[in-house]
């Protein structure tokens, strides 16, 4: 049974005329009637009774044609639910971000994605990269906005924004004086990080290697606030995204000479790069290859304003200390 074929059948069941529905379908009337013929083959007998006046529904075309209308109505109705879908207009998508920069990223993007796109509805999973990479390659995830730490086969990026990261240290440090530091200032100091299996520990930990800075780890935690709060009551010193500087607490410091990426292309493997003496993390969006969610879900043409970055088109900031 064709699409076409149901076209044809109710274009005769409202016209009364084979001429008039070729005519209305544009096709010539013998491909019309030979179409019409088949369907009736297919469902075993006549659904219409041909004679000199044109043409009228057997008790069999009267009980089918409210079917096959009903069966175009719902395939043009899932031809546009698909559109829209393709388009952003209606749909669900599941969003992954990691929590160290959830609470920050996600407010101001959702809050403008949805009111450009009112019909999608967002469920968002937070978790370490690796575990979001696997949640994408699993489809448990349509996309999520990652460092390069979960990124790997089977899975697309398109860099978001930059930004510096920052050391962390209590105040009254030795060294809280400074305005920038080089890494290698930090040799012999006690460590706060993320738990093992976060990206931002590994970002981390194999900057201090390339560093050859040693370190002593004295606390983990699941939550880069833990880590600040760890820092400020004098407990050691960190590394943390400048997104999440806050206005009181540790006395932050720019990292000097070398830098950080968290990037798309899993820059880690490569040796650092020095950009203008500030270390630097880019956050990316990541999708697996089959994924038909399009990037246009999260900007990929952020500016930065100060530190953090601007979506769609003009600055709106996070509304985050400028640091």
């Known amino acids: ?170 105040p009254g440090h030795r060294l809280a004086g400074r305005q920038k530091l080089a890494l290698q200032a930090l040799q012999g100091e006690s460590l706060i990080v993320m738990k093992s299996g976060h990206g931002f520990r590994k970002i981390v930990l194999d900057a201090l290697v390339r560093a050859g800075v040693e370190m002593r780890v004295v606390y983990e935690s699941e939550e880069i606030e833990t880590v600040q709060a760890l820092v400020e009551a004098g407990l050691g010193v960190s590394l943390v995204p400048r997104m999440v500087q806050r206005g009181a607490g540790p006395v932050y410091l720019e990292l000097t000479f070398r830098t950080l990426f968290r990037t798309s292309e899993a820059i880690l493997e490569e040796p650092p790069v020095e950009r203008g003496g500030n270390y630097i993390q880019t956050m990316s969006c990541a999708v697996t290859h089959c994924c038909s969610t399009p990037f246009s879900f999260i900007p990929t043409s952020c500016k930065l304003r100060g530190p953090f970055p601007t979506l769609w088109g003009e600055p709106q900031g996070f509304g985050l200390p400028a640091g």
């Not at 001429?19 to 030979?34: D, E, F, W």
């Not at 990124?151 to 924004?161: C, H, N, Q, V």
């Open 1 to 170: 049974m064709e699409i076409h074929q149901l076209r044809y059948f109710l274009a005769i069941a409202q016209t009364g005329s084979f001429t008039a529905a070729a005519r209305a379908c544009h096709v010539s009337q013998p491909s019309l009637s030979s179409q019409v013929a088949k369907l009736e083959g297919e469902l075993g007998g006549p659904l219409l009774e041909r004679s000199r006046q044109g043409a009228r529904l057997t008790k069999r075309g009267e009980l089918f044609r409210p079917r096959a209308a009903e069966a175009l109505r719902q395939l043009e109705s899932g031809r546009h639910e698909l559109a829209e879908l393709a388009g952003l207009q209606r749909g669900a998508v599941t969003l992954g971000c990691m929590p160290t920069s959830g609470a920050y990223l996600l407010p101001p993007l959702l809050k403008a994605f949805g009111q450009a796109h009112p019909e999608i509805r967002v469920s968002l999973r937070e978790s370490s990269s690796p575990d979001l990479a696997k949640a994408l390659r699993e489809s448990e995830a349509d996309l999520a906005i990652m460092d390069e730490a979960g990124l790997g086969a089977g899975i697309t990026s398109e860099a978001l924004f930059s930004e510096p990261l920052l050391i962390a240290l209590p």
